[in-house]
């Protein structure tokens, strides 16, 4: 599972040490939370607030601020045994996983504005969720939507940290900033998957991105 997924996966993949469950981040941790990882909430337009908070689809924000559709373009995805137990997520090595890299793309624009990286755990997902995942370009939050799966979403981490391999996904140096959040997916009462969605700290900055007439 060697630089299959960037940073904050991984090292949760491989050490079984990701936050706790019971350490989700409440609306008054938020502000600590943001400061401790060194992201400067003054600094943040509120586009970028709303993606590192909400609990709702970033494909369908995307959607409303780009005004276009989002489509997810697959990096990497493969169905593995985990190496190591995962703590954060009630699984022990050996569970099958799927390991996931993504960007989430403007269909017209062709940019890429959300690197996303994944750990689902195969059983916990129904039949045709799990075929819709591995063989369709659809991202999770549509799919989530299209097979009426209840969810919840739960964050766990934040973090800004330079974009080093990523940055040609978004054509700036590799010491530009990427700010980034982790989150459980819940559903049953068990996490699902873990995700960390990232971007750089320099998008998102002005209202929207729409031309105007």
């Given amino acids: 599972m060697t630089n299959l997924q960037g940073q904050s996966l991984e ?9 706790s469950p019971t350490l989700v981040l409440r609306l008054e941790d938020l502000q600590e939370s943001l400061n401790r990882n060194h992201i400067d909430t003054s600094l943040l337009s509120t586009f970028q607030r709303i993606l590192l908070t909400t609990d709702g ?3 369908n924000l995307l959607e409303a601020y780009q005004f276009e559709e989002i489509r997810t373009v697959k990096l990497f995805e493969e169905l593995v045994p985990l190496a190591h137990d995962i703590l954060a997520m009630d699984v022990k090595a050996g569970t099958e996983a799927i390991i996931r890299k993504v960007l989430l793309q403007g269909k017209t624009s062709g940019k890429n504005f959300i690197y996303a990286s994944s ?3 195969y059983e916990r ?19 989530w939507f299209e ?63 729409v031309p105007t007439a």
């Avoid at 090292?11 to 936050?19: I, L």
């Avoid at 997902?125 to 799919?143: C, H, N, Q, V």
């Fill in 11 to 19: 090292t949760a993949a491989a050490s079984g040490r990701a936050s």
């Fill in 57 to 59: 689809s970033i494909t």
């Fill in 119 to 121: 750990i689902t755990i």
């Fill in 125 to 143: 997902l129904d039949e045709s969720f799990r075929t819709a995942l591995l063989e369709t370009k659809m991202p999770i939050g549509k799919l």
């Fill in 147 to 209: 097979k009426r799966v209840e969810t919840l979403k739960e964050v766990v981490d934040y973090s800004k940290e330079p974009a080093d391999d990523l940055a040609e996904y978004f054509d700036i140096p590799p010491d530009g900033n990427l700010l980034s959040r982790t989150y459980h997916v819940i559903n049953n009462r068990k996490p699902v998957m873990m995700i960390t969605e990232k971007f750089p700290d320099r998008c998102f900055l002005t209202c929207s991105l």
